[in-house]
């Protein structure tokens, strides 16, 4: 650190990214990107014409891809908000709805992300603990008076809430922000977006990244009431308005065009991933009942940390987390049959 860097910031413990080895080709299973790319039609926009046009600044309302974002969901463009990456979104809602007066909470073991927007702008943040099994008490959530987010499906286990679970924390925390995080819901899980026309503290935000094929795009987005909206969009004017570059906007537009070819990657991720699934307990893993594209397991011959090792030198990487209460499991992104069949072969070599 420099002797410039604000004392505030000093001990801030920042959120560490997955592996992105340049040393050999891997089989990619550790930051939950999809194996597929973009569907043609997004390859077709982005085209020498757009990349051509870069001298402009782009839409800073985002006017189409929010007018498709809310046809697609039955809703209206002023309940929909864009960013770069729903990273970029759960940041400007820990500024916006967070301070010195107002926490937060949410699940000890969930996105890594959370804590650091907590410890970047000062706030206090309440971690409650899972169960013993990794699942949630909603309960525990009820009349907190901060804002609570809640990653559904959960990171890094897969793990589900339920429409009514949710209902009873959005109605039981009427003067906070209760944001969902639904990166993975396309995978199995189930969107809470329509309850935004009933309840004004729910904020649902979702991203581009992984059942959509667009990591390296960076676009996510958010349903809310108007008001919530208007509140991000407060933010977003007072620190990027261009927060989507223009070619990105044109591949989320084209994206939502071509719905169909996603949701046929979908399902073939989620082929395999049960495969997959049933192949490691077969092999004697704890798999948690994973509705994302990824699984989470632990071996009863093998450590966690070990079995990353293992797998990295047979040019398979998968996601390992140090944290106690899960360092013996690994976070596996489900990738094509092939990749996974790959994987299981690698793992029975390790074991047997
Ligand atoms: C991947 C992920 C994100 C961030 O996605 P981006 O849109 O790529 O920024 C947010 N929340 C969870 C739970 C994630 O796993």
Same mark, same amino acid.
């Given at each position: 650190m420099s002797r410039y860097l604000s004392p505030r910031l000093a001990a801030l413990d920042a959120y560490t990214p997955g592996e992105q080895p340049r040393d050999m080709q891997y089989i990619k299973?550790?930051?939950?990107?999809?194996p597929f790319p973009p569907s043609p039609l997004v390859l077709e926009k982005v085209s020498e014409a757009e990349v051509g046009r870069l001298n402009l600044y782009p839409d800073p309302e985002a006017t189409v891809l929010r007018q498709k974002l809310a046809a697609l969901h039955g809703l209206?463009?002023?309940n929909v908000f864009v960013s770069n990456g729903s990273d970029d979104i759960l940041n400007f809602a820990f500024m916006a709805f967070c301070d010195e007066n107002r926490g937060a909470a949410f699940a000890d073991?969930? *996105?890594?992300f959370y804590p650091v927007y907590g410890d970047l702008y000062g706030i206090d943040c309440k971690v409650i603990p899972l169960k013993g099994d990794f699942t949630? &008490?909603?309960?525990?959530?009820?009349?907190?008076g901060r804002m609570i987010v809640i990653a559904n499906?959960?990171?890094?286990?897969g793990l589900t809430i339920s429409e009514a679970d949710i209902r009873g924390i959005l109605e039981s925390n009427p003067d906070n922000v209760v944001l969902i &995080?639904?990166? *993975?819901?396309?995978?199995g899980g189930k969107s809470v977006y329509p309850l935004v026309k009933e309840y004004d503290n729910l904020l649902v935000v979702q991203t581009y990244s992984k059942s959509r094929s667009m990591a390296g795009a960076r676009l996510g987005f958010a349903f809310g009431c108007t008001e919530l909206i208007r509140d991000l969009e407060l933010i977003k004017y007072s620190t990027?308005?261009?927060?989507?570059?223009r070619l990105t906007m044109i591949a989320g537009e084209a994206a939502i065009d071509s719905n169909d070819y996603f949701m046929d990657n979908v399902n073939k991720i989620i082929e395999a991933r049960e495969y997959t699934a049933s192949e490691l307990r077969k092999l004697g893993f704890t798999v948690t &009942?994973?509705?994302?594209?990824f699984l989470f397991a632990k071996s009863d011959r093998i450590g966690g940390e070990e079995l990353y090792l293992e797998l990295k030198k047979r040019g398979i990487l998968v996601r390992h987390f140090s944290k106690e209460r899960i360092k013996e499991y690994n976070r596996i992104t489900v990738g094509t049959m092939e990749q996974m069949e790959k994987f299981v072969a690698a793992v029975a070599d390790i074991l047997y």
């Open positions: 299973l550790n930051t939950n990107e999809s209206k463009p002023e073991i969930t *996105y890594g949630l &008490d909603p309960t525990e959530y009820h009349g907190l499906p959960n990171a890094p286990t &995080d639904e990166a *993975y819901v396309d995978f990027n308005p261009y927060n989507i570059n &009942d994973s509705k994302a594209n």
